[in-house]
């Protein structure tokens, strides 16, 4: 990030940390820039054998960002959309253990370096996704998902290409959970404060006061965002933009298969035999509660939590599990088989 901020304000010119997977060595990033740059950039000695006027890259979509060099082999690709903050950085080990030999796609936010401003509508995120979708693969059948929050939009590309007509043999979510989570009860919310004061003893009551108080001076702000000592991208505005979509984001039932990749269930508080609620005053669901949208789901445990099951060394279990999955898809081509095959 420091890199970046340092090409931001040497020649005017602001790239998504993702332009890393398109030129991944300084001198190709070197040459990114000088396309695009208002000042030209100081030549550069070019390596031996190679000529000074080497083609320079160029960034070629708003979403789609090749996880593997040379956009990889000849397996139908996959596309998956990036969480809630846009960038497909965190997924980039994912790619690599994937292999190289299918196509991976990662689809991120727009407005990441504030060239257009986010998406406030998920259905509008999925069409102009699938736009660019459609560039660099023809007919399908479509192996799509996301991570976090970006499998809504995920759900929402698949609906989107279902009603054109097309075939999805795939739908994968990484720990996805549904745009509106049900609302904890009153019971189950006094039950939360009831544990609390049993663990924390008579001091629990100021703590909880002091916090509360904290929170409503930060309401009473306006949620002011202080500005962070080094640069942080847009991260504030796509966050804002995301929780406005999914506010207003109309669900649908998905009657294709559905395979949902989620780590351990952690509970924090048993406020009923069997019934947790997480740290996150949410409540914990086996199936993160997508059956009654999706009847044709499939659940797969993986290792690690929310954020560390797509990173070292947790994710070597998902991406033996996925590559399955994805295999199944690709070599049917029919949701329906791939879906039992994966599941047998």
């Given amino acids: 990030m420091r890199l970046f901020a340092a090409v931001k304000r040497g020649w005017g010119v602001e790239f998504p940390i993702s332009v ?10 070197a040459r990114l820039i000088d396309s695009r740059a208002a000042a030209p950039v100081p030549s ?9 006027t080497a083609a320079r890259p ?19 690709p996959f596309f998956l ?18 292999g190289p030999e299918r196509p991976f796609w990662g689809l991120q936010a727009r407005g990441l370096t504030g060239e257009a401003p986010p998406h ?14 459609r560039q660099v693969h023809r007919g399908g059948p479509w192996l799509v998902g996301g991570f976090s929050g970006g499998g809504i939009t995920a759900v929402e590309i698949a609906h989107q290409l279902r009603d054109a007509g097309e075939t999805v043999a795939a739908v994968i979510l990484l720990d996805t959970p549904l745009p509106r989570r049900r609302p904890l009860t009153l019971r189950d919310r006094a039950m ?77 508080w048993e406020v009923a035999p069997g019934r947790w609620i997480s740290s996150e005053r949410s409540y914990l669901l086996p199936d993160n509660d997508w059956t009654p ?52």
């Fill in 192 to 268: 939360i404060q009831w544990l609390e004061l049993k663990e924390q003893g008579p001091v629990y009551p100021l703590r909880w006061a002091v916090r509360r108080a904290r929170w409503e001076m930060a309401r009473l702000r306006g949620h002011r965002i202080e500005t962070p000592a080094e640069p942080a991208f847009h991260d504030a505005a796509i966050e804002a933009a995301f929780r406005a979509a999914i506010a207003t984001y109309p669900m649908r039932v998905w009657e294709g298969p559905l395979t949902l990749f989620r780590p351990p269930l952690r509970g924090r």
């Fill in 58 to 76: 160029a960034q070629r979509f708003t979403h789609l960002v090749p996880m593997h060099p040379g956009e990889g082999g000849p397996q139908p």
């Fill in 81 to 98: 959309v990036a969480g809630m903050f846009g960038n497909v950085l965190n997924l980039r080990h994912l790619a690599h253990l994937l």
């Fill in 44 to 52: 550069a000695v070019p390596a031996a054998g190679q000529p000074a």
């Fill in 20 to 29: 890393l997977f398109e030129a991944p060595t300084l001198r190709a990033l």
């Fill in 293 to 344: 949208w999706a009847p044709r789901l499939q659940v797969i445990e993986v290792p690690g939590d929310h954020d560390s099951m797509v990173l070292e060394p947790h994710v070597r279990v998902l991406a033996a599990r996925l590559r399955r999955v994805l295999a199944a898809a690709s070599r049917t081509g029919d949701p329906a088989a791939a879906w039992q095959e994966a599941a047998e």
């Fill in 120 to 133: 406030v509508s998920l259905v509008e995120a999925a069409s102009d996704m699938i736009a660019e979708m």
